[in-house]
């Protein structure tokens, strides 16, 4: 798939940004400071802030910008679904764009995105996410794995089978989502307010769907600070692969899970002498090299640096499958709440 290409045009697109929230006192502030350097006509846009009963105390000053803060309206298993569909409710404008309290964005973030719009009459938008850079393992190992996660993401819109994206920079119109029922169907599951959407985007309208191929176009985010944190993440995450509506994102979902599962299985076999080494280790350079190349094409797009690549791909296999099969039976807590499958 190829970047988009900028064109200097008239601005048109009137957009609200919709960021739920929960306990992000020391997030928030910084991505308003982010939003406040938009290079944006500020009557073209609102930020709305939905409180997703929060027990911190939030400093929150005057900004460029007009901005308002909402209660959560709390109706079905999900807080997030329930804070987007709070806000969708009130939205002045006619695009919706999701983006979470620990982002930040490009200053011409809203002006690609409205070049995008008038160049491709798209009804919905995914976008890119990556990582802030941190020093250690912990974040290079999450690095590779979320650049892998936008990699298979970007390259599923190239082939034009799009599955996921992530609701961290995701935009759509109003009167497309209230066509789409909302989040209608899947309620129970606390996550996926952003593949869900998307996979019953595809199947009514799959031409109404597209990428925005644009570095300016991505916000970035941070990496969890523990190896417990990152798992439930992940988890949470993996939780709603079962409830994917595309044929193609549940086949690639198995897929990976398969793959992962015979090469940690067949390095058990090596080590008790039960599996030949040669076959091991040439499955494991066939996909230590396949990775590779995903991985290095994500983060030339995404202008970050790549770093524990061996390491990682050696213990990614058994951090994959442990979280592939805790989130069919597991429990986990996302902002201090617990959540089952």
């Given at each position: 798939m190829k970047p988009i290409i900028f064109y200097d045009s008239s601005i048109k697109t009137k957009f609200s940004i919709v960021v739920p929230f929960r306990n992000e006192a020391e997030n928030l502030p910084k991505l308003l400071a982010s939003l406040s350097f938009l290079d944006y006509p500020k009557e073209l846009y609102e930020v709305m802030l939905v409180d997703d009963d929060s027990d911190d105390d939030i400093l929150i000053t005057n900004y460029n910008f007009y901005f308002t803060?909402?209660?959560?309206?709390?109706?079905?298993?999900?807080?997030?679904?329930?804070?987007?569909e709070t806000a969708i409710k009130t939205a002045k404008h006619d695009w919706i764009i999701t983006t979470d309290a620990d982002c930040l964005v490009e200053s011409n973030w809203l002006k690609i995105l409205d070049?995008?719009?008038q160049q491709s009459q798209k009804k919905m938008i995914a976008a890119g996410v990556y990582y802030l850079p941190k020093k250690g393992f912990l974040h290079a190992f999450q690095n590779l794995d979320f650049?892998?996660?936008?990699?298979?993401?970007?390259?599923?819109?190239?082939?034009?089978?799009?599955?996921?994206?992530?609701?961290?920079?995701?935009?759509?119109?109003?009167?497309?989502?209230?066509?789409l029922n909302g989040f209608q169907g899947n309620e129970k599951i606390a996550s996926g307010d952003d593949v869900f959407l998307l996979q019953k985007a595809i199947e009514k309208e799959k031409n109404a769907v597209g990428f925005c191929m644009h570095y300016q176009s991505t916000v970035k985010t941070h990496s969890v600070d523990k190896w417990s944190n990152l798992f439930f993440q992940r988890v949470r995450w993996a939780s709603k692969s079962t409830g994917y509506s595309s044929f193609f994102g549940k086949t690639i979902a198995l897929l990976v899970f398969g793959i992962n599962l015979i090469w940690v299985l067949s390095f058990m076999l090596c080590v008790f002498n039960l599996f030949p080494l040669h076959s091991f280790l040439i499955y494991a350079g066939i996909k230590f090299l396949i990775d590779s190349i995903l991985l290095f094409q994500a983060s030339s797009y995404f202008k970050t640096r790549i770093s524990w690549l061996l390491l990682s791909s050696f213990l990614y296999p058994f951090f994959s499958t442990s979280v592939a099969i805790y989130s069919l039976f597991g429990k986990y807590k996302w902002k201090g709440r617990q959540f089952k499958k």
């Open positions: 803060i909402i209660k959560n309206e709390r109706k079905s298993n999900s807080p997030k679904k329930d804070a987007i070049n995008y719009i650049l892998s996660l936008q990699g298979v993401t970007i390259g599923s819109f190239g082939i034009e089978l799009p599955f996921m994206c992530n609701g961290a920079n995701f935009a759509y119109r109003k009167d497309f989502f209230y066509e």
